[in-house]
């Protein structure tokens, strides 16, 4: 596998479709074009050619060629790509047409980003974005992956490196010129700024884990007695009968978890299995004991808790439940088509709303004050989070705790031993250091094409 190859793959979706895009990229490319559209057309603009098979010269397809030489192309090499009919027997004789010529080779998954990524056209943050923007599945996600493969974090890194790198200077200054007349204040000014540079890091991870949140879904769970009428909501917020209903209390066990598009956010709404007070004290079914126990561990893990009760018992809810109330949790009485006369609107300080799964009423009330829970969390400084994924977090982490103990280091040596961890732990970040072991995990995210 080497960067000599020309790489070529079918770029656009597998299956039949109006027009399809098989992309080239590698020095080969040029004479590949020739081989199959006769002439190499005027680079960026799309030119249409009869493709012909180098071997017999039978005519594939009509299609539109467009020429991108090296190195101002997406990978930095030389690049092609042909549009043609997406039917499955033109693509076959277009891929086979190019397997044909010397020097060609079908690419693997994101082995077109790898080499944008080896030819410093690309930094890892950004393939990462890249990758994000690929899967991105509502609208909030297609802007923070834009942000990430437009080179946001890079960006970030790069004004972080800098700083670091004129401390580290100064740093270096002192030990090298120890014997000369250098300014007093070298040393206290490059640990001013070096700590300056850490409170900012430390703020940033302090701040909510919003760009992995918005990666991956807010995690809103339905909680409650049994028989509230959380599968039922659940069915009702999905449009679909994902979780099982009956009258029978404890129906549901497992967490039954569906992806959900609110306002262009991603949600993962959880149902859950009916909370009893002390279910180790009464003789509980084992199965639905360990039904509760994950009840009460996603219960933990939410970002947002719907507690729902029967509205027939909004004046004594049921005591496990009402435990799980905090601020980041609505109140719901639900089966209201059963009762009669106006519910409270609090539960212990928490807004409470009331509903039926069964009839609808009250339902879009719920998704108008779901959608401003979650607006909120998504929405603090009103810009794309800087950091989206757990791997960038943690190498923020190391530089801001290398600051930490360079902040400590008695000796200069040694302080400027921990700026280098810490300028270290940003490289890794973009990909300039350690990068080996990463590129396999990220690139393999990718699908053929990419
Ligand atoms: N009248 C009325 N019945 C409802 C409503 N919502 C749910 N039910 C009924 O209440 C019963 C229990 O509903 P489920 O959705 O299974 O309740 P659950 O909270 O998931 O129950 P467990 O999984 O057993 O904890 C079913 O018979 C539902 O049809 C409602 O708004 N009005
Ligand atoms: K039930
Ligand atoms: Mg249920």
């Known amino acids: 596998m ?46 249409l050619r009869a493709l012909r098979h180098p071997g017999d010269g039978r005519v594939i397809d009509h299609g ?17 790509e042909f549009q043609v009919h997406g039917g499955r027997a033109v693509l076959t004789a277009l891929l086979e047409a190019l397997a044909s010529l010397p020097g060609l080779r079908l690419a693997e998954a994101g082995e077109f980003t790898r080499r944008a990524f080896d030819n ?28 990430q493969a437009e080179g946001l974090l890079g960006r970030a890194v790069a004004d972080w490196s800098a700083r670091l790198t004129r401390i ?50 807010l995690r809103v769970a339905l909680l409650g007695p049994p028989n509230a009428g959380k599968s039922s909501l659940l069915n009702a917020l999905a449009r679909r009968d994902a979780a099982i209903v009956s009258e029978r209390a404890g129906t549901t066990r497992d967490v039954v978890e569906v992806a959900l598009d609110l306002g262009g956010y991603p949600l993962l709404l ?5 909370l009893r007070a002390a279910p180790e004290e009464s003789n509980l079914d084992p199965v639905e004991a360990e039904g509760i126990r994950r009840s009460l561990a996603r219960a933990e893990a939410a970002d947002i808790k719907l507690l729902v009760f029967d509205a027939a018992e909004a004046a004594a809810p049921d005591p496990a439940s009402f435990a ?26 928490v807004p409470a709303l009331s509903l039926s799964a069964r009839s609808g009423a009250g339902l879009a009330e719920l998704e108008r004050r779901l959608l401003t ?27 801001a705790e290398a600051l930490a103990r360079a902040a400590q280091a008695g000796e200069t040596a040694l302080f400027a031993e921990d700026l280098r961890l810490a300028l270290r732990a940003l490289g890794r970040i973009v990909g300039r250091v350690d990068v ?15």
């Open 168 to 217: 580290l200077a100064r740093v270096e200054a002192a030990i090298d010129f120890a014997d000369e007349e250098l300014p007093d204040e070298l040393l206290p000014e490059a640990a001013r700024d070096a700590e300056m540079l850490r409170s900012e890091l430390v703020a940033l991870l302090e701040s909510p884990p919003t760009g992995e949140r918005l990666r991956e879904g």
């Open 64 to 80: 539109l060629v467009l020429w991108f030489p090296g190195p101002g192309s997406f990978t930095g090499e030389d690049m092609a």
């Open 324 to 349: 799980l109330l905090d601020r980041d949790s609505l109140v719901l009485w639900n089966k209201v088509d059963l009762v009669e006369g106006n519910l409270p609107d609090s539960l212990d300080g």
């Open 373 to 399: 829970l979650v607006e909120a969390r998504f929405e603090h400084a009103g810009e794309a989070p800087l950091l989206t994924r757990a791997r960038q977090r943690a190498a923020v982490a190391d530089c």
């Open 2 to 47: 080497s960067a000599e190859d020309t790489l070529f793959a079918l770029s656009s979706g597998q299956g039949r479709a109006g027009v399809a895009v098989v992309r080239c990229s590698g020095p080969a490319t040029a004479a590949a074009v020739r081989a199959l559209a006769g002439d190499l057309p005027e680079p960026r603009r799309a030119s």
């Open 270 to 274: 959880a149902d859950t299995a009916g």
């Open 436 to 450: 080996e072991a990463l590129l396999d995990i990220i690139f393999r995210d990718f699908c053929i094409g990419k």
């Open 120 to 147: 410093g056209r690309l930094d890892l943050a950004a393939v990462e974005g890249l990758a994000d923007l690929i899967d991105a599945d509502t609208e909030a996600q297609r802007r923070q992956a834009l942000a």
